[in-house]
């Protein structure tokens, strides 16, 4: 039997995103991240936030708007049908 002697090509040791994850058996809670400095939490001012939630609103609002007219139409279909 003839052992195939090429190296493997595999790379085992680069990673894309942190994986030092609670929950996971490896999680270190004092790993440090991002060199050691921790990020810093910024202060919203009231008006910001309230525009922080109108532009979620806004982002979410067709999706809503999507599912409420098809489940409108589906019962309209539904009332006709056993009608």
Not at 11 to 18: G, H, K, L, P, Q
Not at 20 to 28: D, P, S
Not at 52 to 68: D, E, M
Request: proline residues 5%.
């Amino acid at each position: 039997m003839k052992k195939n002697k090429k190296p493997d090509d595999l790379d085992t040791e680069t990673t894309f995103a942190d994986m030092n994850v609670e929950g996971f058996r490896w999680y270190n809670p004092h790993a440090k991240k991002n060199n050691g400095m921790r990020p810093q939490k910024q202060k919203l001012s009231r008006k910001e936030y309230w525009q922080l939630v109108r532009a979620a609103f806004a982002a979410y609002a067709p999706v809503f708007v999507i599912v409420i007219l098809v489940f409108a139409i589906m019962g309209c279909i539904a009332w006709i049908w056993v009608s």
